[in-house]
C-alpha cells in the first residue's frame, strides 16, 4: 500500500527530473514551444492525449475536462491550437466553439474537433461550424503529434 502511495504518473517524473537537471541548453535561449488545448470529459483519454503530445519536444500542452474550463484556459493561455471532444456533459464541443468563436481573445485560435461519430455528414457539419478538422476517436497516439503538427501548417 505504501509503494501506491508514492506512484506519481510518467509525465510528472520526467517534468522532475528536467526541473532539477541543469544543462547547457538552458544557458541559451530556447523558442516558445507550441501551446496545444486538449479538451475531453474522459480523464484517460486527456493523459493519453498529452502523453503523446508530448513526445513531440516543440508542443506544450494542457488539458481541460469542460467547455467552460477550455474557454478559461484559452483565454488566458491563448494556446496554437484547441484539440476539442465533440460529446461533452453540459457545454458541449460546438457549444464551446461558439463561444471562442465570439470572444475577441479566442476568435483566432483554430479548433479541432474529436468525436467518434465519424459519418461523413457528420464531419461536415462539424466543418461548417468553422473547425479546421474533424479527427477520429479513439486516436493512434503514437500519430497524434504528426497529425497536429500538419494542423498547425499554413
Not at 488566458?76 to 464541443?93: E, F, K, R, S
Request: hydrophobic share 45%; net charge negative.
Amino acid at each position: 500500500m505504501a509503494e501506491a502511495s508514492r506512484w506519481i504518473p510518467r509525465r510528472e517524473q520526467g517534468r522532475r527530473l528536467l526541473s532539477n537537471c541543469r544543462c547547457d541548453a538552458e544557458l541559451t535561449e530556447r523558442p516558445e514551444l507550441t501551446r496545444i488545448l486538449y479538451v475531453d470529459d474522459e480523464a484517460d483519454l486527456r493523459e493519453i492525449a498529452a502523453m503523446s503530445l508530448e513526445l513531440d519536444p516543440e508542443f506544450e500542452v494542457r488539458t481541460a475536462a469542460s467547455g467552460a474550463e477550455a474557454l478559461e484556459q484559452a483565454r488566458q493561455w491563448q494556446p496554437a491550437l484547441i484539440l476539442l471532444d465533440v460529446m461533452m456533459p453540459g457545454m458541449d464541443g460546438p457549444a464551446t466553439l461558439a463561444a471562442l468563436q465570439v470572444d475577441p481573445a479566442t476568435v483566432t485560435i483554430p479548433v479541432a474537433f474529436i468525436t467518434a461519430k465519424t459519418h461523413p455528414r457528420h464531419v461536415t457539419n462539424l466543418k461548417a461550424l468553422g473547425a479546421r478538422a474533424v479527427l477520429a476517436k479513439p486516436f493512434d497516439p503514437m500519430s497524434l503529434a504528426g497529425t497536429v503538427r500538419a494542423l498547425l501548417e499554413p
